[in-house]
């Protein structure tokens, strides 16, 4: 499972059983965040989740700043899973490119983006 934490929503992806191809699951409010984190919890467990990726926003020069901070700080909070930390700088440009490519409209719902950003971040974390 890989999640896109972002400030108002967050991303969800799964992969198959194989661990091989990664799918659009849903997106979810970040607020109330208690309530989120129950939320990831619950859609892990229902998918016999073991591992859970969150997508790690680093500055271009490696660094982590606030918002990658901030990603850490909620990834702390998921318990009951191994919780890996994906660099995904550039994930939400290759999201819009692919659908883009796939003529979907996604100006007017950003849910589309962030889920296939989750979808990024886990098929680089599954192509290693």
């Given amino acids: 499972m890989a999640l896109d934490v972002g400030t108002k929503r967050i991303g969800i992806a799964l992969s198959d059983y194989l661990?091989?191809?990664?799918?659009?699951?849903s997106t979810i409010n970040r607020q109330p965040e208690n309530k989120a984190i129950e939320e990831i919890q619950k859609i892990a467990r229902d998918n016999r989740v073991e591992k859970i990726v969150v997508g790690l926003p680093k500055n271009m020069d490696d660094s982590i700043g606030f918002q990658g901070q901030d990603c850490i700080d909620f990834s702390q909070k998921i318990n009951g899973f191994d919780i890996i930390l994906e660099d995904e700088r550039l994930t939400s440009e290759e999201a819009e490119n692919r659908l883009r490519e796939r003529k979907i409209d996604f100006r007017k719902n950003k849910g589309l983006v962030d889920m296939e950003s989750a979808c990024v971040i886990l098929e680089q974390f599954l192509g290693r």
Wanted: glycine share 0%; net charge neutral.
């Fill in 19 to 25: 661990q091989v191809i990664a799918v659009p699951h």
